[in-house]
């Protein structure tokens, strides 16, 4: 199969690609700033390898969402 271009896709599904883009890109960018704000004893695990995974790790929303739930320590 041959790759699509940008100009071969229909309107519906470049805008739905630019809006997963932006929600991807403000989870990560919420994650990061949560990570940054919190000491190590409030993060479950190491703050450096989810700093990384959430900088690098392309997962469409998804790992952002798995570390405010499973990364973030509750009192």
């Not at 960018?29 to 993060?43: H, Q």
């Not at 390898?49 to 900088?55: E, N, Q, S």
């Not at 998804?62 to 739930?69: A, E, M, S």
């Amino acid at each position: 199969m041959a790759k699509k271009r940008w100009s071969d896709l229909s309107p519906r599904t470049r805008k739905l690609i630019l809006v997963g883009s932006a929600i991807d890109t403000g989870l990560k960018a919420a994650a990061l700033i949560d990570l940054k704000k919190r000491s190590d004893d409030e993060i479950n695990g190491s703050r450096r390898k989810w700093g990384l995974a959430l900088t690098f790790v392309n997962t469409a929303g998804v790992l952002p969402v798995v570390y405010f739930v499973k990364g973030r320590r509750t009192a």
